[in-house]
Every structure is written in structure tokens, then in C-alpha cells.
């Protein structure tokens, strides 16, 4: 049973460029957080989807940053035009429908993006 | 808001010694909390949870106790080795489910 996959591990942008980083989350899993981790900082979310919805996305950029997560496919964090400043890990976690606090979310191993 | 505080590191420490990584939160209702490991160049592993007052999580020898008086959720090892030197994270997920709100991290280096 495989995890939580991410790609790419590491991205390298150069400013002014996109980033898309993708997550497919566990078998049978059907919500998905996105976290960004600043170096020597912790995580901070950025935003949760269900199949097809954004469910919070109260810790999202208000500009360049974006997130779906479709019927089909992985989900996708877009950050258009990066800066210096993007530079960070970015993870993404699942975990089961339903709902529950009490479920953990189950991290992958993150997508290291360094903007030159 | 919910809130985690976590004691600041870097804490270093020499085999077989005690662990305690102190935790405390903030939050409306009554979070589940919950200890995440991360090792060098990987994501967050769950460590052990606790989904309500009183409960004791445990894993690999570590154990936290969810104390709602003192709203903590203390990390404790009686014995640490080498392989346990990694970052931990202290977390709690709200009444509803959504996002997790973690602390900043405590960088943990065990020394033989």
C-alpha cells in the first residue's frame, strides 16, 4: 500500500518562473492538506481539498498561489511567477474520508523548492 | 485560533538519558493532539496520538499524556539511542477535520 507521493522531490525555478508540485494522496484517501516548511521553521498550512473542492484555503497567498485536487489525477500546488522568498519544503498530506479529528494525517516526503 | 507551543531546541543529549520535550496548545473544544518525527531530508512521521483528556499515546518507547487541565502534551523517552536524533513536532487537529496546527519543531541530537 503504497504512501503518500510526491514529485518532484526537488525543483529548481529560476524568479518569474511556475512551479507545479504534485501530490497523490493513499489509496482510499480523500482529503489533502498542503503545508509549507521554512528552513529551521515548522509546518504551516496552506490549504485542505476534498475530491474537486477547496474546503480552506485560509493559509494560501492571496496572489501566485493556487490548488486543485480533481475527480482524476494528483493534486497540484501552482505557485505562478516565484520569488526568493518561495523557497521552502512544501508538504502534502492525506488522510481517510469521514472527517474525523482524530485521524492523522499521513505526509509525503515533500517537494524541496529553491528559487535561484 | 489554535495554538502549539513547543519547547525551543536545539536539545542534545547523551545516550540512554532522559528525554522531555515540553508541549503546550491553545484551542476551542477538544483537539486531538499528536507527535510527528521528521528525519533529515523526509517528510513528518506520526509518532504517537492522543484523541482525548487523559489518554496516553505511545510508540517506540516514547509516551505523551494528554493533560486538559494543564493543556499539555508533554514528549517523554526514558532512554534515548543515536537512531532517535530527528526533529519532533508537537500538533493538534481541531473538532473538525481540517487542518493540523504544529508547533515550530524541536531539533532533537543524541550523542553516543
Known amino acids: 500500500n503504497a504512501g503518500v507521493m510526491q514529485n518532484p522531490r526537488h525543483l529548481v525555478r529560476r524568479r518569474g518562473q511556475e512551479a507545479r508540485l504534485r501530490c497523490s494522496p493513499m489509496?482510499?484517501?480523500?482529503?489533502v492538506y498542503w503545508y509549507r516548511q521554512l528552513p529551521e521553521e515548522g509546518l504551516k498550512f496552506m490549504v485542505y481539498?476534498?475530491?474537486?473542492?477547496?474546503?480552506?484555503e485560509s493559509g494560501m497567498p492571496k496572489e501566485r498561489f493556487s490548488a486543485e485536487f480533481p475527480k482524476e489525477g494528483p493534486s497540484i500546488l501552482r505557485i505562478q511567477q516565484v520569488v526568493r522568498g518561495d523557497s521552502a519544503a512544501y508538504f502534502c498530506?492525506?488522510?481517510?474520508?469521514?472527517?474525523?479529528?482524530?485521524?492523522?494525517?499521513?505526509f509525503g516526503p515533500g517537494t524541496r523548492l529553491t528559487v535561484l | 485560533g489554535n495554538s502549539v507551543t513547543q519547547m525551543e531546541g536545539p536539545v542534545t543529549l547523551s545516550e540512554e538519558a532522559f528525554l522531555t520535550i515540553n508541549c503546550t496548545y491553545t484551542?476551542?473544544?477538544?483537539?486531538?493532539l499528536f507527535w510527528y518525527v521528521q528525519y533529515p531530508g523526509e517528510g513528518l512521521q506520526l509518532l504517537l496520538k492522543?484523541?482525548?483528556?487523559?489518554d496516553k499515546g505511545s510508540n517506540k518507547g516514547f509516551e505523551a499524556t494528554y493533560r486538559k487541565e494543564t493543556t499539555s502534551f508533554h514528549l517523554e523517552k526514558g532512554s534515548v539511542q543515536v537512531s532517535d536524533s530527528a526533529v519532533y513536532f508537537c500538533?493538534?487537529?481541531?473538532?473538525?477535520?481540517?487542518?493540523?496546527?504544529f508547533g515550530d519543531g524541536t531539533t532533537l541530537t543524541v550523542k553516543p
Open positions: 498530506a492525506s488522510s481517510p474520508p469521514g472527517g474525523l479529528a482524530t485521524n492523522e494525517q499521513f
Open positions: 489509496k482510499g484517501h480523500s482529503h
Open positions: 481539498l476534498q475530491k474537486e473542492n477547496i474546503i480552506d
Open positions: 484551542a476551542t473544544g477538544y483537539p486531538s
Open positions: 492522543a484523541t482525548k483528556a487523559d
Open positions: 500538533a493538534l487537529s481541531g473538532a473538525n477535520a481540517g487542518k493540523s496546527t
